[in-house]
């Protein structure tokens, strides 16, 4: 395994040899059709170590940590959690945010609810 | 009966009306929330990230005063619910979190996860009990079609939230059901509106939000009631069907509430 995908391992605290490729994850995913590579593949990719393709990943941005795939594993993999530190990875490397406070004005309406600035904030930037 | 209350930060601007009616609402059911002091917002997300400790602990604060107070912890929001009782998990069974946080807080006493979190909804059921509510309604809301919507926060993972069965949930629909209204079942009222990708993704939280909607209207839903204000903003948004928060219905049928639909 290289350095990164004991990253994510250790961030995510899953055990991605578990999964037996049934694909309950990704037929549960509400953004299945947003994501470039999809919940089932994240969790190949990191037995494969291809780390590479997931930080570039867009689909880093498009799930909505909604643990549908998280209840749903029949193996207890959580391919949400691995998204999720795959993110973090990214993040957590200086200058790679994805979400910046200048542009944060912008974005805002009349209805906007704080919950919403502070779970993005959490959720795309270190 | 006297709870801890963790209002947090979107219930004392945007939603001004889920926090208000759910302190009205406990007084004629006969409990009271006591807003604890000092308390920080959550995060508004659970931090996944093992390692993560920092972001746990204003929730740990939290429920430490709730310990200390000798009082349940009673959060309202779906969100505020989800994030305290996941750390308090934490905190009770992930030795490295408890010793972590601890050395950090140097509380006199060690918080080691013993207090017990609890759903405003959770409260109405098994402490107050649907049944009683029942004999409590007022104006109940007959005729009307209302579909609960629970998102993804009250009931995933299952393991840890136990708030209710993650794919068949009944709680909303007793609830409804309590207040003289029929639930209306469809089937995308436990699949998620997006959450926070609509601050960076608006078209893919739409998507979402419009599926939902449009279930509930296939089943003829009149509204959608809600527990989170984040599912409300993003479900109100795609504007199909309006949504209000369970304790505006509450309020109704308690007769504290004009009905202002
Ligand atoms: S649901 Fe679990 S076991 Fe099935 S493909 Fe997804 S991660 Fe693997
Ligand atoms: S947590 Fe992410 S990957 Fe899993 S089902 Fe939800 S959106 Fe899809
Ligand atoms: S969950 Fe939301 S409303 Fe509750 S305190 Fe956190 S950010 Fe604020
Ligand atoms: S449905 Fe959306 S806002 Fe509501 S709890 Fe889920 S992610 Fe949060």
Redesign the pocket.
Known sequence: MSKQSELIAEISGVNPLKCMKCGKCSASCPSFNEMDIKPHQFVSYIQRDDIEALTASKSLYKC???FACVERCPRGVKPGKLIDAARQLVLRQRGQEYLSPDEVPALLDEETPQ?LLMSAFRKYRR | MNYSYYPGCTLRNKAKDLDRWARECAEVLGFHLDELNDWQCCGGVYPLGSDEIASKLPSVRALNDAKEHGQDLVAVC??CY?VLKRVNNDMANVPDIQTRANNYMALDEPYKGETKVLHYLEVLRDRVGFDELKKKVVKPLSGRKIGA??????LRPSGILAFDDPEDPTILEDFIRALGAEPVIYPYRN??????VSLKEPELAGSLCDRIADSAKGFEAECLV?A?P??KY?LSKSGKLPVVYFTELLAEALGIKEDDK
Do not use: R
């Open positions: 909505l940590s909604c919950q | 779906s969100a989800h919507y629970y998102g993804c926060l009250l699949e998620c509106c997006g959450g926070y809600t989170c984040l599912c993003n």
